[in-house]
Nanobody, 116 residues
Framework: VQVVESGGGSVQAGGSLRLTCTAS????????MDWFRQAPGKEREVVAS???????NFTDSVKARFTLSKDYAENILYLQMNNLRPEDTGMYYC???????????WGQGTQVTVSD
């Protein structure tokens, strides 16, 4: 299994970015995938999740601004981030696992920087 993120960059507050996470090596498209982020000096936190049924969850600070969509055939998860704020700055990591308690595969991360 390999997890690869892309799509990060630098934007001004109010701008948008779309992150892409590709989890290759799975035979089943119904896997769990999550987006985490880690700001400098802070712990990694979960931002958005999708489970094996397609149910999504978002941390409160990004609700109504971030959305998830998924290509089940290719296990590609997209995180659309709108109305970005400086506090959204951080390294964004994708996590994939076949089941809730299965082995976790992390990507290398993609940097998001939001300036005032």
């Amino acid at each position: 299994v390999q997890v690869v993120e892309s799509g990060g960059g630098s934007v001004q507050a109010g701008g948008s970015l779309r992150l892409t996470c590709t989890a290759s090596g799975y035979y089943d498209g119904n896997i769990y995938m999550d987006w985490f982020r880690q700001a400098p000096g802070k712990e990694r936190e979960v931002v958005a999740s999708i489970d094996n049924t397609g149910q999504t969850n978002f941390t409160d600070s990004v609700k109504a601004r971030f959305t998830l969509s998924k290509d089940y055939a290719e296990n590609i998860l997209y995180l659309q981030m709108n109305n970005l704020r400086p506090e959204d700055t951080g390294m964004y990591y994708c996590l994939a696992r076949a089941c809730r308690n299965c082995y976790k595969y992390w990507g290398q991360g993609t940097q998001v920087t939001v300036s005032d």
